[in-house]
């Protein structure tokens, strides 16, 4: 049984610092890139950075770019989304996710039927 969970979500002020974790746990060999989503209020879900197992290069949306950093622990089988110099733009739930296409695919919005999701965890910033 594939489970991801997200955790490390919480309230923080604009300009102030969140690392999100995911723990997978029974993920398939070929679902080899992950990626962290984010659902704003009123505003449809978004890719916002992804990567590669194996490969140093990340890809993410320019919004978050300098500030947002994905990683992932292959040993603890965890993935990381370390925030920093939050804005109250970056409010919303924000989801892992693990696929087999591509991030530029993911980061443009196209997503697939057949990839795994966690639940969610809240990121509120206030100004």
């Known amino acids: 049984q594939v489970q991801l969970t997200e955790s490390g979500g919480g309230s923080v002020q604009a300009g102030g610092s969140l690392t999100l974790s995911c723990a997978t746990s029974?993920?398939?060999?070929?679902?080899?890139?992950m990626g962290w989503f984010r659902r704003a209020p009123g505003k449809e879900r978004e890719g916002i950075t992804c990567?590669?197992?194996?490969?140093?290069?990340?890809y993410a949306i320019d919004s978050v770019k300098g500030r947002f950093n994905i990683s992932r622990d292959s040993a603890k089988n965890t993935l990381y989304l370390q925030m920093s110099n939050l804005k109250p733009d970056d409010t919303g739930v924000y989801y892992c996710?693990?696929?087999?296409?591509?991030?530029?695919?993911?980061?443009?919005?196209?997503?697939?039927?057949?990839?795994?999701w966690g639940m969610g965890t809240q990121v509120i910033v206030s100004s």
């Open positions: 996710a693990a696929g087999r296409t591509s991030c530029v695919r993911w980061l443009a919005g196209r997503t697939d039927s057949d990839m795994f």
């Open positions: 029974g993920l398939p060999r070929i679902y080899n890139r």
């Open positions: 990567l590669y197992f194996g490969d140093t290069n990340t």
